[in-house]
């Protein structure tokens, strides 16, 4: 067996070398599902298929991340060829490509749920319809719906199922919403979300310039982790890529059905089904051993599934040992359960010695976070939330972006008019629905009706503000040309008076989000710094501010995280799907809360309630080691005291798993339990070099571009010490450079690179 297969049993192997012809793994929490993905792609590089011809989807970002280190572990920087990421995040860049063939600019925007709902919001108003009927965040979801289930506009409009359960909702005319909405988007050069899907299919579908048969002859294995949550539009794309006449069929999917959990995303296991149906010739591995938790952890896990009957049966077993009992604790308020909680992480990581970042908080929604948030912080616990109010989510960030969106895409009109008159500029309310209306008659969008303005009979100083605006952003279209991503996003925020206008504000809060526009610039200086070249692309990294908008439009929390390492975390349970901790906290256990009163008083009472089960079955299994239940019997809740009784889902498991918690002080201390040790499998492949080998940053002065010629020594700031073996390409110069002997050859572009002449 070669080395880089040794950690794997039997089962893992088979699958793991199983190369040719459609493949599934079903089997339960930990069982090395994700290992085995991982490893089958390192296999696949090694036995000489080109990492460009793999295409492996997976639930987030960081997993994805997390996979290429590892499988760099095995076969080097070839990794990075690979096509790993979300489904999103994987559709957005194809579609980048080929946006144009289906009526898209190449530099579409990517709206996220509030851009989406806030345009949807302007149309119900435009149509005179009641915002407080018409909720945007209902019309939104409807819409999401009929996206994801590929019915179109037209499509709705003629469904009777549809129309009469937007009629009962009093919402008739949710259809017209959907068609102006998709007009709306196509004007303004934009995509939601759910059309990074729904194009993508339409994409395939309409198959235009033969479009599909470049991707099926280029993605020949495609590989899908947590095929549970694939919905039938995400399903749909993947027939059309490997489902067709002369295919291969190298397809292999992982899942557990028991850890279905977007049952209302549409996603339920009905496409683990359909996958036997349409690859009658797969081959099947289950596995059974697994090798995350402790006997105590697994056991309560199998009690609980057990209530639900639709499940798959799986044999689990683990040989991590016992472990220690599932400890329960009760608390009078939301407030003592945060402190208790808070309390028992310092008690643990004394008697443990474990360290923050073991540590996991899981709950059922994320406004359950603050008072957690707040016990920690009197504790000194450093923590970070995951999910919720994100840090791009936040005002002075959006509106930042806002900036950088229009100047790559100025039809789009959610970022246009969120900065059209910030920082304030004399255009008000008034002069724009002026504006507004007289570009509605002639069919323009604000952007051309902006540098109109005179002309549409908008004048004195709002109209000489509005052609100064466009003026402005014109000026910045030019500099876009040659700046890099960071130096215009400086230039912005310094020229348009975002600084100044936030610096006005010397509260905390001011203060705070003044730090956030400089947190967001560090964070395009650091995307600009990676200078190296992507060989997948054939051609340079792309460091436009294009890129790094699509880059950031489809981050998810966890990418802000590269670097804070030692924090509690938290977040809600369906986020933390496929993770691991040695600790877990699953809190607020309580009837209405966990489950949900939605799923207690859901018509289909039953199905609802065996969906919130699968998700206290990912919760419980996320725990390698410890983990702790607690509920409170009171707690406030949209603005109320609410009183629940305990989870009915700690019934579920036997008693003898349980620990009722002693209070503080008097347990005694359990010896002979070893400190968490991370044992995974392949460490990174130590790209990184240590602080002291590298150049100190005041004396690093970069050199001229021109002076970078093949045979001079140089000094790279993350690379260290190098020597440039030949430069070629044509505007886009691109090095390639002998570093030492941890780091290699690289091919670095120049124009971005820091380099130093040395000697
Ligand atoms: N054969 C093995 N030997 C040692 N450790 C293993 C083996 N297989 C898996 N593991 C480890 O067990 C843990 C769980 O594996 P993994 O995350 O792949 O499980 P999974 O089936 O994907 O779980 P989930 O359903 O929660 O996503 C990981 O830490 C993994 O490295
Ligand atoms: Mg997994």
Redesign the pocket.
Known sequence: MSDYLS???DI?YKAVTHINGPLLVI??????????LTYRIAHLVKTGIPPWEILALTFTNKAAREMKERIAGVVGDKANQIWAGTFHSIFARILRSEAEKIGFPSNFSIYDASDAKSAITAIIKAQGLDPKVYAANKVYSRISMAKNQLVSPQAYATDPDRIMQDKSAKMPYVYKIYDLYVKKCAQSGAMDFDDLLYQMHRLLDLNPDNVVEKYRKKFKYVLVD?FQDTNSLQYGIIQLLVNYPGSPRNICV?G?DA?SIYAFRGATIQNILDFERDYPELVVYK?EQN??STNYIVQAANDVIAYNSKQIRKKIFTDKGTGEQIKVMRAVTDKEEARLVAESIVEMKNRLHLKNEDFAILYRVNAQSRVFEEALKNKRLAYKVYGGMSFYERKEVKDTLSYLRTIINPKDEEALARIVNYPTRGIGDTSLTKLRNAAAERGLGLWEALKAAPQLGVGGRAGRSMVEFVAMIETFQRWAKDDDAYELAKRVVRMTGINDQLKKDKTAEGKARVDNVQELLDGIKSFVEEDEVDELLDDVLDKSLTSYLQNIALITDFDNDANENDRVKLMSVHAA??L?FPAVFIVGLEENLFPSTMALKAKDSRSATDEERRLFYVAI?RAEQYLTLSYASSRYRFGKMQYNNSSRFLEEISPSCLALAQPMGNRATVSGVKRYQNS??MANSGRQLRKSELPKIKDFRPSPVQKLLPGVKVMHERFGKGKIIAVDGGDKKVATILFGERIGEKRIMLKYAKLMIID
């Open positions: 950690g794997l049993n893992q089997a339960g929490p930990g069982s090395g599902k994700t290992r085995v947590e992982v557990d850890q596995l090798y995350r799907k496929g691991e299994t995974r499998p």
